[in-house]
């Protein structure tokens, strides 16, 4: 069964410094997909980036990128210049390819202080 | 472009009481899914559509949970009887195509459903 695996409940960050956050998986598939989705207060989910597994380039997104290591089931973000608008619960999803069911982990409450 | 919109936005029943919450999903999105998000963790998928067709619902507890999804558009997702630990935030997401290469789902807001 694949699962995620985010091991900080909370981060907090500085206003314009940067910060990462940890997720981590496990599957026995070799084609898949991550993601970083972002929910503000509202509890509307955004997609903030992908990876598609096959890709050996991390995906970069503005301010936002991923630290991709394959074969270390390891998948971080990392937001720069962080914002105040960047405050948010983050989670980590995996999707099998041709799969639709996504596994999210229990997500990352991040502060952003002034 | 109009976003998925959900109602109602909050729902607060007693246990064994039924409860229904609507789903719209972007026009043009044949993908439709239902996901529980307990506090506290990740959302969970309980059921996706394609067009009006069930594509998965492995995780649906169907002894107490129903969707439907007439005419491929709206949604209705039914829990009869309601039970405590259906406490949750229901969230309804849609996509262009099913499975396609990472393809975006498209989230609403939820609907917080407390049972008494």
């Known amino acids: 069964a694949q699962t995620v695996t985010q091991s900080q409940p909370e981060m907090s960050v500085q206003e314009a410094e940067t910060v990462t956050l940890s997720c981590t998986y496990d599957t026995s598939e070799s084609d898949y997909y991550l993601f970083w989705y972002k929910q503000p207060p509202s509890r509307q989910m955004i997609l903030v980036i992908r990876?598609?597994?096959?890709?050996?380039q991390n995906a970069t997104e503005n301010r936002f990128s991923v630290n991709f290591q394959k074969a270390a089931k390891s998948f971080s973000l990392k937001i720069s210049d962080s914002q105040l608008g960047d405050a948010a619960m983050y989670f980590c999803?995996?999707?099998?390819?041709?799969?639709?069911?996504?596994?999210f982990g229990a997500g990352t409450r991040l502060t952003v202080k002034p | 472009e109009a976003g998925v919109a959900q109602s109602p936005r909050y729902k607060i029943i007693e246990k064994r009481q039924s409860v229904a919450f609507w789903c719209n999903p972007i026009?043009?999105?044949?993908?439709l899914y239902w996901y529980q998000q307990i506090l506290g963790q990740g959302p969970k998928l309980l059921i996706q559509f394609q067009n009006n067709g069930v594509v998965d619902d492995s995780q649906l507890p169907k002894d107490r949970f129903s969707a439907e999804r007439l005419k491929g558009v709206d949604s209705t997702l039914k829990i009869q009887p309601a039970k405590l630990e259906d406490s949750a935030v229901y969230l309804c997401?849609?996509?262009?195509?099913?499975?396609?290469?990472?393809?975006?789902?498209?989230f609403g807001p939820g609907t917080r459903l407390t049972v008494l």
């Open positions: 026009s043009g999105h044949a993908t």
């Open positions: 990876q598609e597994a096959y890709k050996q």
């Open positions: 997401a849609s996509s262009q195509t099913q499975g396609a290469l990472g393809n975006e789902q498209f």
């Open positions: 999803a995996y999707r099998r390819s041709r799969r639709y069911d996504m596994r």
